[in-house]
């Protein structure tokens, strides 16, 4: 057992490397490199392709982010176009920081890692939020995580 690590750069590599089983999109900045993300079309609807086709997709922070279908950065009003996996969701800045810790229950056999009905703890912190495009008729996708804020300290 064991896996093969392949890296790829969402800013640098065109596609998507071949024969890839899973993907990992760590955090990261999208909102810093948006024009960058969004100018590479190729890797974006490899990802999104390979998300439709029921490939596990295991995104954080700016992972998620970059998996919506737009992000919004604090310094320009235009949506810059992301992955698309979460159509219909865009990510957005925020001024204020969210920061507590929080139980996180798998939902469904979507989240790919975790079987159904795992329960794990952990924080939450951060600048973003991701919402709803206001006139975009697509449902948002069903959530494979559900987060509960805890008190601090809680354990």
Known sequence: AGAEVVPFSPLADPRLPAGVDAL???GGYPELHADALAA?????????SFADAGGVVLAECGGLMYLTGSVVPAARAAPAAMCGVFAGQRARMTPHCKLFYAEVEVCGPAAGVLPAGTVVRGHKFHFSAVEGVEGDEAPPPPPPLLVTPQHPGAV
């Open 24 to 26: 990992y999109l760590g």
């Open 40 to 48: 590479n079309a190729g890797l974006r609807e490899d990802i999104r």
